[in-house]
């Protein structure tokens, strides 16, 4: 709480304001094959221990109130300094079998944006398989009829993120990661920008498991990134 500039009385005022109109939504669907690294990349979000997590076989909720790094560099008296995000994180489970729980989870839990997760060394025949369901999956929430679906598809405002996790095991050359994009997720990720061409479409490469400072700095960029989409 930073409002001790404004005297003690005003300090509890400031407190309602922050809470009741200084807080922001985000609200992210995390989606991708098992074992990509999806409950990693939220355990880190939420300062959360990232060792010992177990395959995810239900949706689960996540949620954190967050200050992005963008705002310290704000003047104090910058509203946008004093805001606060609230994240809510979908996550759900990878396993094939259960990649029918995403559609779920996009129907009941209204989301700003996609975070579609890519584990380098797995198979690409499956996870372009699974990124083709999630737009089909997507495209199913706007309408029951698929034709006005399509149409709904081409003004609907969403965030799709591609994310290649495990860049270490990449030796973090983001090249490397640009290239597997180009070479398998091209098509399926060139036709979901056409579907939703109203939308914000980024790619990004991290590592969740990599707790040094530069890499908390890149998965605060994917945020601030999402953030301006909607807010800004
Ligand atoms: N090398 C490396 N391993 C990672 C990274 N992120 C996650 N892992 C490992 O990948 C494995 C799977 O991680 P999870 O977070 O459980 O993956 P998930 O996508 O949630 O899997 P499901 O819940 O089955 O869908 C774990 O052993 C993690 O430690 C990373 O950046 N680099
Ligand atoms: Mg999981």
């Known amino acids: 709480m930073k409002s001790t500039f404004l005297g003690k009385k005003l300090k509890y005022a400031f407190i309602i304001i922050e809470n009741d109109m200084l807080t922001r939504d985000l609200s ?22 990232v060792e010992d997590i177990s395959p995810t076989t239900q949706i689960e909720i996540h949620e954190k109130k967050i200050k992005l790094r963008s705002q310290s ?21 990878g396993d094939m079998s259960l990649w029918p729980y995403w559609k779920k989870a996009l129907i009941d839990y209204k989301t700003n944006g996609i975070i579609f997760m890519i584990d380098p060394k797995q198979d690409h025949k499956v996870q372009t398989d699974a990124l083709t369901q999630v737009s089909n999956y997507f495209l199913m929430t706007l309408d029951e009829d698929i034709v006005k679906a399509e149409r709904k598809a081409r003004k609907v405002k969403a965030i799709f993120f591609l ?3 495990k860049i270490d095991l990449l030796e973090y050359n983001k090249g490397k990661a640009d290239q ?16 939703f061409p109203n939308s914000g479409h980024y790619w990004d490469a991290i590592s969740a498991i990599d707790e040094t400072e530069q ?10 990134t999402i953030k301006r989409e909607i807010y800004d």
Not at 215 to 224: A, H, N, Q, R
Request: positive net charge; aromatic residues 12%.
């Open 215 to 224: 890499m908390f700095e890149t998965i605060d960029g994917i945020f601030e």
């Open 28 to 49: 992210i669907t995390i989606l991708g094959n098992s074992g990509v690294g999806k409950t990693t990349l939220i355990k880190r979000l939420k300062g959360e221990s």
């Open 73 to 93: 560099f704000k003047s104090t008296f910058s509203i946008e300094r004093h805001r606060s995000y609230r994240v809510r994180a979908v996550d759900c489970p």
């Open 163 to 165: 994310l290649v996790n």
């Open 180 to 195: 597997i994009i180009r070479e398998y997720y091209s098509a399926v990720w060139n036709h979901l920008k056409e579907r």
